[in-house]
């Protein structure tokens, strides 16, 4: 593959790179009270604009198939949502004891409260040809669910600006995230065959809106002079999450494997992907609602940051070897029967 296809494939990973430097180039302009009005621009229209976009590309008909599937959903929810904050609570207990920037470690409890992502899980479970229809069910409904869930999660082990009472917080996120997400699941009912029609680049319109958000965010480091990020710390943390990815994949795949679990191969394919991987779409603009006024917000964002494109590339690495186990699996059973 060629440098110029390499860069279109991967044209959000690039331009996070690119943002972040232009926010170190010129900081000004994204903070608040500059030319872009992030205190508007971002915190409303921008943030917003994402949540509708996801309810209006949510194909809700296709999680009905799914909806029976509880045990492999009651699993998934929990892994995420309650096991994955928990373990990841316990590792910063030692790891604070450690010399890695603090802000940095409240990053990586940030990431273990996300939900589960709505496109990455549900690509790579299809990649391999697990059980896409559960996969996409369990990111749906954990985004979803994440609305409610996450704040409270990221409230219960990291607190809070005092700036910002809870009622604040979850009136803005009723009215940036909930509503909008309504209005674009009725929009969808009245524009369902334009939509299917057309496929507009609903994923692209969403990344390129939260590149808008993360340049704001740094912006906002940028200005303030008294943040520094410390490099071995940044390389520490990066070894860490794909630490925490590959151990909690392997944790997944031997419970679902287990004599007497009763998950098929696809399905197994499905929880690994879906438990351990988690939502940078829905994560940041809730990190802007739930820390807004924080000076070390963007030092907080880092880790989801490198989650997001560690959890695609260990995905894609790991996709033939998946595949392979999963159809052996399958012709076994076949062979069984």
Same mark, same amino acid.
């Given at each position: ?61 296709? &999680?009905? =198939? ?8 009651? /699993?998934? $929810?929990? +892994?995420?949502?309650?096991?994955? #904050? %928990? ?70 082990? &990291?607190? =809070? ?8 917080? /979850?009136? $803005?996120? +009723?009215?940036?995230?909930?509503? #909008? %997400? ?156």
């Amino acid at each position: 593959m060629g440098l110029v296809a390499r860069i279109r494939k991967e044209w959000f990973i690039v331009g996070i790179v690119l943002v972040i430097l232009s926010a170190k180039l010129q900081p000004s302009i994204g903070v608040k009270g500059g030319p872009l009005k992030p205190e508007v621009t971002v915190a409303y229209i921008a943030v917003s604009l994402i949540f509708f976009n996801s309810g209006l590309s949510l194909k809700t008909e296709e &999680l009905t =198939s799914a909806l029976l599937h509880v045990r492999l959903h009651l /699993f998934v $929810q929990s +892994f995420t949502l309650i096991f994955f #904050p %928990l373990a990841v609570w316990l590792l910063l207990k030692v790891l604070s004891l450690t010399a890695i920037d603090q802000w940095l470690l409240r990053g990586l409890q940030t990431v273990s409260c996300m939900p589960p992502p709505v496109s990455s899980a549900v690509i790579l479970t299809k990649a391999v040809g697990g059980n896409e229809a559960a996969a996409i069910f369990n990111s749906a409904f954990g985004s979803f669910l994440g609305i409610v869930v996450t704040p409270l999660l990221l409230l219960l082990f &990291l607190g =809070s600006s005092s700036s910002v009472p809870f009622s604040s917080i /979850f009136s $803005q996120l +009723f009215m940036t995230v909930v509503v #909008p %997400l309504i209005l674009g699941q009725v929009c969808r009912g009245f524009l369902r065959e334009f939509l299917e029609r057309q496929k507009p680049p609903f994923g692209a319109i969403s990344s390129a809106v939260l590149l808008m958000i993360i340049y704001t965010t740094f912006c906002e480091t940028f200005s303030n002079p008294s943040i520094e990020l410390d490099p071995t710390s940044l390389l520490l943390v990066g070894l860490i999450i794909f630490s925490i990815q590959i151990s909690f994949m392997l944790l997944t795949f031997a419970f679902s494997t287990r004599p007497g679990s009763r998950f098929s191969a696809a399905d197994t394919v499905a929880i690994m992907f879906c438990s351990t991987h988690k939502s940078l779409t829905l994560g940041i603009p809730m990190l802007k609602i739930v820390f807004e006024g924080y000076e070390h917000l963007s030092l907080i964002s880092v880790p989801l940051l490198i989650y997001h494109p560690a959890q695609i590339l260990l995905g894609s690495v790991l996709v033939p070897t998946i595949r392979s186990w999963m159809t052996s699996r399958q012709k076994s059973s076949l062979l069984l029967r």
